[in-house]
């Protein structure tokens, strides 16, 4: 079966079809972000102690960093692998380049 999840748009960028469980697992994890900032400004808003918000601020800095691993993971796993059996390694190159943005 091919996977066409991975393909161009009309003007020519990339785009991604995910499964529903895909979409749901990445928009939880993002709704779940979005209160956790919403938290921190209104801990600055009452004008919470620094440690408590640095505290709060680690923990949104994990989330993102879990919600990069699980979307990294399945870009690997479905557009990545696809290029490579299609021979298109410049998907190589972009990948080396996506990671040294990720661990700046």
Do not use: W
């Amino acid at each position: 079966m091919e996977d066409k999840s991975c393909k161009s748009c009309c003007c020519g960028k990339k785009t991604k079809e995910r499964s529903e469980e895909e979409y749901k697992s990445l928009i939880h994890r993002l709704n779940r972000i979005e209160g956790q900032i919403r938290g921190i400004r209104g801990m600055v808003e009452r004008n919470a102690y620094c440690p408590d918000i640095l505290v709060q601020s680690a923990a949104v800095t994990a989330a993102m960093n879990a919600f990069n691993r699980e979307l990294l993971s399945n870009h690997i796993r479905t557009c990545v692998v696809k290029d490579i059996q299609e021979g298109n390694e410049e998907v190589i190159d972009e990948l080396v380049a996506t990671l040294q943005k990720l661990m700046k």
